[in-house]
């Protein structure tokens, strides 16, 4: 992916990995999503939740949220990417960027992976391309992720992709008398320093 001055426009963006493509959903991915769904495991853990765009079963509802994620991909509010096998076309999960604040240019990441592909390195690798995204192509200062504290498996992800520990914060969420996330980070001076030393 090329550097440019300016944040690439989100319906542009598409990157490939070693075994994954990262692009914009499209209406025409319906069908691999609803066939991704269906091949869904029992879950493993409380963690491990269907994606909401592959749950939906009603084809106009699925379009209704394609284009909101146009929208707000246009209007830098929220970018949404699907992650599929290069190989077999085969819908494995998302990865999304939540903009906290679009002066300072920060952004949560978010990962979502489908549980039949679970243990296959398929979130570290679509995470990695995320960060190349977020940094070189929208422009992102600062990248964050949250997770619950016995959320492992999302803090090894977070660790493999780069993202550094940089401690709880208590209460973050009001539930349940208040939830412990612990975070991890990186910014886009450190994120180029260390794939261009």
């Known amino acids: ?25 499209k209406i025409s991915d319906f069908k691999a999503l609803q066939k991704s769904h269906c091949s869904r495991l029992s879950a493993v853990n409380k963690f491990d939740e269907p994606i909401p765009t592959a749950a939906e079963a009603d ?90 504290l016995d959320n492992k498996a999302s803090q090894r992800v977070a660790t493999k992709i780069g993202l550094r520990p940089e401690g709880v914060r208590r209460k973050f969420f009001p539930e349940n008398g208040g939830i412990d996330m612990s975070f991890y980070a990186n910014n886009a001076f450190d994120w180029n320093a260390e794939i261009n030393p």
Request: proline share 3%; no cysteine; hydrophobic share 35%.
């Open 59 to 148: 084809y106009e509802s699925f379009k209704g949220r394609i284009r909101r994620h146009r929208a707000h991909g246009k209007d830098g509010r929220h970018f949404v990417f699907a992650a599929f096998e290069r190989r077999t076309g085969s819908y494995v999960g998302q990865i999304d960027f939540y903009t906290i604040n679009q002066e300072l240019r920060w952004a949560n990441i978010g990962y979502h992976f489908q549980n039949q592909y679970f243990g296959k390195g398929y979130a570290s690798e679509a995470g990695r391309l995320g960060l190349k995204i977020a940094f070189d192509l929208l422009k992102f200062h600062r990248v964050e992720v949250g997770t619950e």
């Open 1 to 25: 992916m090329k550097k440019s001055k300016t944040p690439v426009p989100y319906l542009g963006i598409y990157a490939t990995g070693q075994r994954l493509e990262i692009r914009p959903y």
